[in-house]
């Protein structure tokens, strides 16, 4: 009930396309969800999240979809560039001070 | 600009070796983290703090320790490092439950 499913492992995007990563978990106490985004050699840096209390929300080219009722959530990234190509961390928390990472996403956008 | 600085981005050790990995943090946060990074696995949790001389088990905290004797400074403890701890480990910090973790670059542990 604490794990949060992500997919698919790794992705390949044309540029200009939509790259969409897909989230599910199991425990309805989660109230947080974030996205990370990790590029080689790197930390994992706050990407854009989402409170249950809205479907969507848009930051540029990032958008985050929450379905509540599905209890998944995914990112999306609308005309995707080569400097997207990244590793991709969904998570979900509740009131602890805990994140649940999914296992990631490799993202290759060609040029 | 904030910051999360772990001492080390390489590191190779020979199994038994004590090995000690520092994390800093400038941002007066309350919360640290440790996890460690597998290919497929993601982001596990060791340990974590959230205030000072606090600590907490995570979900694979075996084989590991922690201290953290001041709100800066969380370091990992290796008590008797063994090849199955080659990983990548991750440092994290974060204000308050509210808020998104920052995390350092990371150190790339080698036990041979």
């Known amino acids: 009930q604490q794990q949060v499913k992500q997919s698919p492992q790794s992705l390949i995007v044309q540029k200009g396309g939509i790259s969409i990563i897909n989230c599910a978990y199991e425990?309805?106490?989660?109230?947080?969800f974030p996205w990370y985004q990790q590029f080689p050699g790197k930390g994992p840096a706050l990407l854009i999240a989402?409170?249950?209390?809205?479907s969507e929300k848009k930051e540029g080219r990032f958008t985050i979809s929450f379905n509540k009722s599905a209890k998944q959530f995914s990112l999306h990234i609308m005309d995707s560039q080569p400097g997207d190509s990244a590793t991709y961390f969904c998570a979900a928390s509740m009131e602890t001070y805990k994140y649940i990472f999914g296992t990631g996403t490799r993202l290759k956008v060609l040029a | 600009d904030v910051k999360v600085t772990q001492s080390s981005r390489y590191l190779v050790k020979r199994t038994g070796e004590k090995v000690f990995l520092e994390c800093v943090q400038d941002m007066d946060h309350e919360n640290m983290f440790w996890y460690r990074q597998d290919p497929g696995l993601g982001l596990r949790l060791i340990y974590f703090s959230y205030d000072v001389k606090m600590k907490e088990k995570g979900d694979i905290p075996e084989g590991y320790s922690v201290s953290r004797e001041k709100k800066e400074r969380f370091s990992l403890i290796l008590e008797s490092a063994s090849t199955n701890q080659t990983s990548m480990y991750l440092c994290?910090?974060?204000?308050?439950?509210?808020?998104?973790?920052?995390f350092g670059s990371g150190t790339r542990l080698t036990v041979v």
């Open positions: 994290a910090s974060r204000h308050g439950q509210n808020y998104g973790y920052t």
């Open positions: 425990n309805t106490a989660f109230d947080y």
């Open positions: 989402i409170r249950p209390d809205v």
